[in-house]
Every structure is written in structure tokens, then in C-alpha cells.
């Protein structure tokens, strides 16, 4: 779904070169209309903070031929036909702040209004945007307006792009959209909170080629009239409320390349139609209550390179035409449905895959041996029966990025694994493994890992020492781990998410750890700490939301600054004398520990 939605920007951006490239083309350049001047002096007037510098450049009286950023006009008649605001990176630090002025719908030459990624322009979308009639994209992306989308927008004869997605917007769907009529060609409206049905009024898009309605609120049943859109080529509902059955006229759409309809409440059969959709590229129907088994036809799609049926009630046996079908297949996920596979089919550990999702398919027995192994960059054979060891599994997984066997019978020593050294992230809690956390953790651990979780094992020995690591995620919970806390922990500078708990670490909680400014999660809870919670946590306050440092040994007051001093009381009970909020006051502020 990913690659069409650089499509869509792409030729959104193509459009904007088009139109200034016949601007710049027009010369002489007559000087900027006075109208549409005051119209632009009155945008720049609600935007009250401008972290771009965009705005800083409109200055003077002539927004067409005075440098003015942004905007594109028509040299002859020097009226404006392009308002282009768009973040010019990822920076977050990049931004505008304020609302939109009703003035800018009295820019009536404005061919194309664009204003993206600027976070937090928020409130209404002034209902006077509908004055501007010769509009032919409307792109308002990753902002935060507000409110109901204003019905009068569907009086915009010329439109053909309508992209909202990424705001905080409310209410229904307008059914005066229909009045766009087979004019329109792309509509987002993703990421927003907009609730309701599908209006019967968006039947009338009878061009569209682009629909993206993703994660809101909205609900009922998807539309029989959907399967008319001959010209869609990406389509995705997910994230939503839909129910019932997934419409058989959506089988129509043969141009469709991409299609999700994950994480609703759909049910039925998935329609054994589906065979007939030969251009789609990626199908996600996961996160459903799809039930029955996978239609004989899937097997059809001789372009699906992306297969999600993950999270449904779907039920064996897999369809035999699988062995030989989906020959573009690079990625499949099934885990999670009422499937008794025994073990990992043939036909998936013999073809050139990337990606293999089977957890919770019973699989049972030892590791598959995946024939291609090099082109596997993630596998997830989580919450199976697997038993014996994985010494051998990583072998020739060169590509491999993300591994999760968790949830499983595996019993390896952890100095038998070779990692792959271009492997993020490894899952492999709740299993018999044994062995040294050092194993894993040493010199030559790869600074692409940003994911250890080996929590709930039957690892033993000491913390290691630390190097400079891009860990963000280390959990080594529920194992039989013994010694200190290393202060050299102050290495793991991207460490968001830290879990010891269930140990046997004593030891002081090293003042080091509040140099991990970027933790979220820490829980210490459950080992023999001793002495004071260090006041240099404080330093970790501000992105902390969990903290757990209940049943150990420490003493002292808890540092009295937030989060620490309004977590719950559980999170320190059963220690031997804390005091200080949210516990019982202190006897004494800067007394010892056994003043409390």
C-alpha cells in the first residue's frame, strides 16, 4: 500500500511542476492582482508562529514577481493560481501555527491550494474555500483542522484531487460530495476521526482511480456501488468500522492494484471471486472475522506480491493451488486464524520469499529449513509448538531484519545462536533458553539491533557491560539474571523501553540511568535493589509514562518531581523504608534512609 501512496504524492507534485512550468513560461510578469494580495496578507495574518521561514519571504506588494514563497501566479494577468505550502522536511522542528483565514477564498483564480505537513495549523476549514470554483486540487495533508469537513466544498465543479488525511477532523462523510460527479480522480480522507457511513451519493465517482478513507470512525456496510469504480486502482478502508460481508462487486474492479480492508468487523466468506482482481499487487483483509477457508482462486493472482489474511476465523485446509499459484508472491501472513498447519507447507519454505508470518498456526516439530533462505528479511513463527534448538536456523539468513520465535518450546544454549549481523530486532521470549546474557550483548553485538527481547528464559549470569548500542527496546525479564546494574547502561542513549524485573539483580540503581533521556518504560521490579531510587532519574521524567520499582530493597525518599511522585503507590510497595509521594511523607527531608 505504501508504494501507492507515493504515487499519489507523485503526481500531486508532478501537477504543481506543470503549473509552474506554464506560469514561468508567461512573460512578462504583470505585477500581483491587489485583490489577491490583501487575500494572502490575510492568511499570513492567522499563522502566529512560522518555524519554516516560508511566510518570512512574503513581504512587499507583489506576491507574484517579489520572491514570495509558495506561490504560483499567472503571468499575464497576475492573479494567483498556486497557494504550495508544504514542510520542507521531516524536521518537526518545521512548522506553521495558527488557523486558516477565510481569506483565502477570495483568491478566486486559485487553480491549486496545497498546504501539508505543517502539524499545527488547526481549527475549521472555512466554509469560503467553496468560492474557489476553478480549484482543481485541494491538498490540506498532516495539519490539525478541526471540526466537520463544510458540506459547500462539494460545489467545487473542477476538482479532481480532494486530499484532507492527517488532521483531527469530526462528523459524517458530506453527501454533497457527489456533486464532484466523474470529475474526481483522487480522494484521502485517512487519519482523521470522521464517522458514519459511506454516503450513496459517492456512487456518482464513477473516475475515481484513488480512494483512501483509512483509520477514522466510520461504519455500516461497504457499499455495493464501490465495485462500479473501474479506473480504482488504490483502495483501502482499514482501520475502520465496517461490517457484514465483503461485497462480491468489489471483484469487479480488475485495475485494482492495491487493497485493504484491515482491522474492521467484516465477516463471512472472503468471495471466491476474489480470483478475478489479475492487477492487484497487495491484498490486507487481516484483523476481521473473515471465516470458511481461503478461496481455491487466490491462487490466481499472478501479480499479488503482498498477502495478508492474518487475524480472521479462517480454517483449514489450505488450498492445494497454492503450491503452484501466486508466483509474484514475496510476502504472506496468516498467523492468528483457526489454522492447524503441523508444519510450514512446502510451497512457502521453497519459494524466494522476504517475509513469512505464521504465528499461532499450531506448527509443530523443529524449525523449518527455508530452501531461500538469503531474500527472508522478517519471520514470525511466534506462539507455535516448535521444540529443540536454533543454533542452525539463522544460517545464510543474510537479509534477515526481524525474527520472533517467541512463545514456543525451543531450548538452545544462547552461545550456539549466530545472529545475523544485519538483524533489528529479536523476539524470542517465553522459551527454554539458557545460557549468558553476554551471549547476545558483547563487542560485536550489531549496531542495527534496536530490539532484544529475551524475557521469561532460563538465562543466567551477570548484566553485561555496555557499548554504544541504537538499542531502543532491551527486555531481559523472567530469567535468573544475577549482579549489578552497569552504569555503563548510559550507553544505550536511544533506549526508550527497559525491563529487568523477575531477577536476582542487586546492587544500586546507577545514577546513569537518568542519562537515558528517552525512556518511556523502566521496571525494576521484583530483584534485591538496594539503597535510594537516585534524584538523577528525574532527568528521564519527561517521556517516562511507566515506572515499577516494587519488591526490592530500596530506602529513602522518591524523587519528588513527576512522573515519580503521582505513579501509583503499587509501584513501590513491598521495599523496605520509601517514603515521599505517592507513599506516606518522610520523617525528615535529606535524612538517611532509615529515617523514613
Not at 489474511?309 to 508466483?327: F, T
Not at 527497559?498 to 545514577?511: C, E, F, M, Q, Y
Not at 511507566?546 to 518531581?561: D, K, M, S, T, V
Request: charged letters at 15%.
Amino acid at each position: 500500500m505504501q508504494n501507492q501512496r507515493w504515487v499519489f504524492k507523485l503526481v500531486i507534485i508532478s501537477s504543481f511542476f506543470h503549473l509552474l512550468s506554464q506560469t514561468l513560461a508567461q512573460k512578462p510578469q504583470t505585477a500581483c492582482s491587489e485583490a489577491d494580495w490583501i487575500s494572502l496578507i490575510g492568511f499570513k495574518s492567522r499563522i502566529f508562529k512560522d518555524t519554516t521561514g516560508i511566510l518570512s519571504s512574503w513581504i512587499g506588494k507583489d506576491c507574484c514577481g517579489g520572491g514570495w514563497e509558495g506561490i504560483q501566479c499567472n503571468s499575464a494577468t497576475g492573479r494567483v493560481t498556486g497557494l504550495l505550502l508544504q514542510r520542507p522536511s521531516d524536521d518537526h522542528a518545521l512548522y506553521m501555527k495558527g488557523t486558516l483565514s477565510p481569506s483565502v477564498g477570495n483568491l478566486h483564480f486559485l487553480e491549486v491550494l496545497l498546504i501539508s505537513g505543517m502539524k499545527h495549523i488547526g481549527g475549521p476549514i472555512p466554509p469560503s474555500f467553496s468560492n474557489l470554483t476553478l480549484l482543481t486540487q485541494l491538498v490540506m495533508e498532516d495539519n490539525s483542522l478541526q471540526a466537520n469537513i463544510p458540506p459547500s466544498l462539494g460545489q467545487l465543479p473542477l476538482l479532481r484531487t480532494l486530499s484532507l488525511a492527517g488532521n483531527n477532523l469530526t462528523g459524517h462523510l458530506p453527501p454533497s460530495f457527489g456533486n464532484f460527479n466523474s470529475k474526481l480522480l483522487q480522494l484521502n480522507l485517512a487519519r482523521n476521526s470522521l464517522m458514519g457511513p459511506i454516503p450513496a451519493s459517492f456512487s456518482n465517482f464513477l473516475s475515481l482511480e484513488y480512494l483512501d478513507l483509512s483509520h477514522n470512525l466510520m461504519s455500516g456496510l461497504i457499499p455495493l456501488f464501490l465495485g462500479h469504480f473501474q479506473n480504482l486502482t488504490y483502495f483501502d478502508l482499514s482501520n475502520n468500522l465496517f461490517s457484514g460481508p465483503m461485497p462480491n462487486s468489489l471483484c469487479n474492479l480488475t485495475n485494482l492494484m492495491d487493497m485493504s480492508l484491515s482491522q474492521n468487523h467484516l465477516t463471512g466468506r472472503i468471495p471466491d471471486l476474489i480470483g478475478n482482481l489479475r492487477s492487484l499487487n497487495s491484498l490486507s483483509l487481516g484483523l476481521n472475522n473473515f471465516s470458511g477457508q481461503i478461496p481455491q482462486s487466490i491462487s490466481r493472482l499472478h501479480n499479488l506480491w503482498y498477502l495478508n489474511l492474518s487475524r480472521n476465523l479462517l480454517s483449514d485446509p489450505l488450498p492445494a493451488s497454492l503450491s503452484k499459484g501466486i508466483p509474484s508472491l514475496l510476502s504472506i501472513d496468516l498467523s492468528y486464524n483457526n489454522l492447524n498447519l503441523g508444519i510450514v507447507p512446502e510451497w512457502i519454505r521453497s519459494r524466494q520469499l522476504s517475509s513469512v508470518h505464521l504465528a499461532g498456526c499450531n506448527l509443530k516439530g523443529t524449525l523449518p529449513n527455508f530452501t531461500k533462505p538469503s531474500s527472508l528479511t522478517s519471520v514470525d513463527l511466534s506462539n507455535n509448538y516448535f521444540t529443540n534448538g536454533i543454533s542452525s536456523f539463522f544460517a545464510n539468513m543474510s537479509s534477515l531484519q526481524n525474527i520472533n520465535l517467541s512463545n514456543n518450546l525451543l531450548k538452545s544454549q544462547l552461545s550456539e545462536i549466530k545472529l545475523p549481523d544485519g538483524l533489528s530486532s529479536l523476539d524470542i521470549h517465553s522459551n527454554q533458553l539458557s545460557g549468558s546474557l553476554s551471549a547476545i550483548i558483547n563487542d560485536k553485538t550489531s549496531g542495527f539491533l534496536e530490539a532484544i527481547d529475551i524475557s521469561s528464559n532460563q538465562i543466567s549470569g551477570r548484566i553485561p557491560e555496555f557499548k554504544a548500542l541504537n538499542l531502543k527496546l532491551l527486555n531481559i525479564g523472567s530469567n535468573r539474571i544475577e549482579g549489578l546494574i552497569p552504569s555503563s547502561i548510559s550507553n544505550l542513549i536511544e533506549l526508550e523501553r527497559l525491563d529487568i524485573s523477575r531477577n536476582k539483580i542487586t546492587g544500586t540503581i546507577p545514577t546513569s540511568l537518568g542519562l537515558l533521556v528517552k525512556m518511556q518504560w523502566l521496571d525494576l521490579s521484583v530483584n534485591k535493589l538496594a539503597g535510594r531510587i537516585p534524584e538523577s532519574l528525574l532527568g528521564i521524567g519527561g517521556n517516562l509514562r511507566h515506572g515499577n520499582f516494587r519488591a526490592n530493597r530500596l530506602c529513602g525518599e522518591i524523587p519528588q518531581g513527576r512522573p515519580y511522585n503521582v505513579f501509583p503507590a503499587a509501584a513501590y510497595a513491598h521495599n523496605l523504608c520509601l517514603c515521599g509521594k505517592p507513599l506516606a511523607p518522610c520523617r525528615g527531608k535529606k535524612l538517611g534512609p532509615a529515617t523514613c
